[in-house]
């Protein structure tokens, strides 16, 4: 096909114009078309067993750039454009970014559909179409507000299907329209499709803020990801999302089943549900109920479920582990409860060990525990990283490994290197074809072969010039779009991924406090240093909003003091979302990964920034673990106390309250005591809320749940070390160098070829 020709015919019959005469908004539609006109012309992978990913979010990011990567247009509609005096990027610019997930879980379902496809494998995803998906973060008055982020046009990637399901809910059956967004797959001629389901009148966006009538179903029902959850409606919510998500997923399964022509008796042999994380777990006691109808026994049912059905668990935080009250479910799907007994009953059976109990709590308080239902009831239970997996084994799920150690498998998470190598970094991207040859874009273990240039000076320089290019790019694009002057020049250290203490944003503002403090007593830096935060926070998470007011206090401090500026600098860039993602990490020095050990099960941002050279300074957490073993001690920066002691501590502290950690011995420490002090200090106070800043205060001092003065210390040295180290270009230059050419392992094709290999066998 002539790319061009068809481009300018498109332009033709929908706006009456060349290329050339076409704005940027009307080039996105034009290659919107094209690109889903190539996407349906192909085929869907063929194989004996087809995946469905359940998951509440796909973060999919804007989808053009990656789209047209995938087709192999990419180069040709770049260079089109450029003849007719166009960018693909400004074109980019004109795309809203789906508003389909929050974090790190839903970016991880998208990297996963894009690996899925381009090993050519059968499977799709299967979500929510939410409308003003996560909301849209402004920062005023150094605080967070919530405004909905209405992300769907007249003209979209989402194709209606025609197809619909009834949801069988307490108050009456609800239709789901299923619309799709096709996922091609690089490097192959099939595409698959992410599923997104919906109500048939989805409600209007809600004035002014995100809040709205939590009862007004069915309507409300796809409006936004993770209503607010602090109140029982906002709960009831979820669960009824929840089951109109796997309801019309598992009702899709079935029919599929049956147009291929197998018997429901076969389902587990032609079909696998990951579930990712504990949301769409009520696909199992779902289809257990729809095989029933379709007059399997309860045995047969409970055969194929748990052959089917594979669970990744995402978290140890307690708080994050679902447990909905019986109750809630008698009243979403009355139906589900008899089964949920069932199934509790006969694991109850086997395993009387209430610690592994489905069913929780007195006659009258029941909760369904889900992630102990998708253990019992799937066939695999994973992790995502090794050290993730081990601490599920040996503590958090110990009890379950005990009963059935062949199902705890590792899958270490990935990230597709197409978005976050070379459709971000296409500098570095090609830079690395000019030394490695192309093979690395579609076996990115090629990529170690960078480390024969490890002494070579043209490409060592290389490199830090490309660096210095996307962080001028990164200066330009905040200056454009949020009004931001940064300082090029500065190292570049960043922080960005969701608000969560754990992941303890709170000890680099402390880091923050201790810099501002040396320069006002005189002690100057040894370069500037630009701090760069991107953060949203739950709306309802309180101590997380004043951890982000304690960040834009600072900013404000600092951006007004004309003796610390030039050496010191932090920017909090509102609305961290993939678009910015992919702007802020190839411009990033030093990349901050400094959750408390345990805690971050993997992280993905970490593996992104390596990829595009950043240097980690990171704690031995998640998959930080993996990178270190990978770049080896001299190419990254890790600190703090062990994942072992952690786990120990809060082991001390269940035992005995006045054992373990206690933040108040560290808080006397005299290194730390003026850091946290400075909260209070009416030079920052009077800049904002001073209650907000004392109840962190009060929080760090008395309790630090996740340890941050522990840390502290051993943080500040470290990062100090690699802030002096930056100053040596040559042996920096080598440790960017190394963290690319050791990136490989963390390509989600790498990710998803274990999953194919260990859990799904889907060829
Ligand atoms: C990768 C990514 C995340 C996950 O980041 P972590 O540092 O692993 O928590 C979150 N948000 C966006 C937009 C991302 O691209």
């Known amino acids: 096909m002539d790319v061009k020709q068809r481009m300018q015919e498109i332009a033709q019959a929908k706006y009456g114009q060349e290329l050339s005469q076409c704005g940027d908004g009307q080039l996105y539609h034009v290659l919107l078309q094209l690109s889903q006109e190539l996407c349906q012309g192909r085929r869907a992978p063929a194989g004996e067993r087809k995946l469905y990913y359940f998951s509440a979010e796909f973060l999919i990011g804007k989808l053009l750039s990656n789209d047209l990567l995938a087709l192999g247009i990419y180069d040709q509609v770049s260079q089109a454009l450029a003849e007719c005096g166009h960018s693909l990027s400004a074109v980019e610019e004109a795309e809203p970014e789906p508003s389909l997930g929050n974090g790190g879980l839903g970016r991880l379902a998208a990297c996963f559909l894009d690996s899925i496809a381009a090993l050519g494998l059968p499977g799709d ?66 595409a698959n499709r992410l599923h997104l389901f919906d109500v048939e009148h989805p409600a209007p966006a809600p004035e002014g803020g995100i809040d709205f009538d939590k009862t007004d179903l069915p309507d409300r029902l796809t409006s936004f990801l993770y209503p607010d959850d602090s109140d029982e409606a906002g709960r009831l919510l979820r669960v009824y999302q929840q089951y109109f998500m796997v309801s019309a997923g598992a009702q899709l399964v079935l029919k599929e089943l049956d147009e291929r022509g197998h018997d429901p008796r076969s389902l587990s042999a032609h079909a696998a549900i990951q579930i990712n994380d504990t949301h769409p777990s009520m696909v199992i006691p779902e289809l257990v109920r729809l095989l029933l109808q379709r007059g399997l026994t309860m045995d047969e049912a409970v055969e194929q479920v748990s052959h089917t059905c594979a669970y990744t668990n995402h978290t140890i935080l307690a708080e994050a582990l679902e447990k909905w009250p019986i109750s809630f479910i008698e009243k979403v799907a009355p139906q589900l409860v008899p089964i949920l007994k069932e199934l509790d009953a006969r694991a109850k059976a086997a395993h009387p060990d209430s610690a592994v109990a489905i069913i929780q709590g007195k006659p009258g308080q029941e909760v369904v525990h889900m992630a102990h239902m998708d253990i019992h009831y799937g066939y695999s239970v994973n992790g995502v990283a090794a050290l993730h997996t081990e601490i599920l084994k040996g503590s958090e799920l110990k009890p379950f490994y005990d009963i059935y150690p062949g199902k705890f498998n590792n899958k270490t998470n990935g990230v ?28 990115p273990t090629q990529l170690n072969g960078l480390m024969d240039l490890y002494n070579d000076a043209a490409v060592l320089e290389r490199m830090q010039a490309i660096k210095a290019e996307n962080k001028r790019g990164l200066a330009d694009a905040l200056r454009r779009e949020q009004g931001v002057e940064l300082d090029p020049e500065s190292v570049f250290d960043i922080q960005v991924k969701r608000l969560h203490e754990y992941k303890r944003q709170q000890m680099n ?190 929080d760090i001092t008395g309790k630090d749940w996740f340890m941050s003065l522990l840390d502290v210390e051993s943080y500040i040295a470290a990062r100090d070390r690699a802030i002096h180290d930056y100053g040596d270009k040559p042996f920096w230059a080598r440790k960017m160098l190394v963290n690319t050419a050791r990136c490989g392992f963390f390509s989600s094709d790498r990710t998803i070829a274990e999953y194919d290999r260990d859990i799904w066998h889907l060829k």
């Open 125 to 190: 995803g299967v979500g929510l179409n939410y409308h003003y998906g996560l909301f849209q973060q402004e920062l005023r008055d150094n605080k967070q507000t919530e405004r909905p982020n209405p992300w769907i046009e007249d003209e979209s990637w989402l194709i209606p299907t025609g197809i619909e399901f009834e949801v069988p809910f307490g108050f009456g059956p609800v239709k789901a329209k299923l619309f799709d967004i096709a996922v091609p797959g690089a490097h192959t001629d099939v």
């Open 416 to 443: 597709t290197l197409r978005r976050w190598l070379e459709v971000c970094n296409p500098k570095l991207a090609a830079l690395l074809d000019q030394c490695l040859g192309t093979q690395w874009r579609t076996d």
């Open 509 to 698: 503002a402390l880091y923050v406090i201790r810099k501002y403090l040396d320069i006002k007593a005189g002690k100057i830096p040894e370069r500037p240093v630009t701090v760069i935060f991107g953060a949203k926070a739950a709306p309802a998470y309180v101590m997380a909003k004043h951890i982000i007011h304690l960040i834009l206090c600072l900013r404000q401090l600092i951006e007004d003091d004309p003796q610390v500026r030039p050496w010191l600098r932090v920017v909090m860039v509102e609305n961290y979302n993939v678009t910015w993602a992919e702007k802020l990490i190839p411009a990033c020095d030093i990349s901050e990964q400094i959750s408390l050990a345990s805690k971050e099960a993997s992280g993905t941002g970490n593996m992104k920034f390596m990829a595009n050279g950043a240097v980690t300074l990171g704690t031995r957490d998640g998959a930080n673990v993996e990178i270190a073993d990978l770049v080896g001690p001299d190419n990254i920066y890790t600190f703090g106390a062990s994942s072992n002691w952690i786990i120990e501590l809060y082991d001390q502290k269940a035992r005995d309250p006045k054992m373990g950690y206690q933040s108040e011995l560290y808080y006397r420490r005299p290194a730390v005591k003026p850091l946290v002090d400075f909260l209070l200090d009416p030079v920052l106070t009077r800049l904002g809320d001073a209650e907000a800043l004392k109840a962190l205060w009060t």
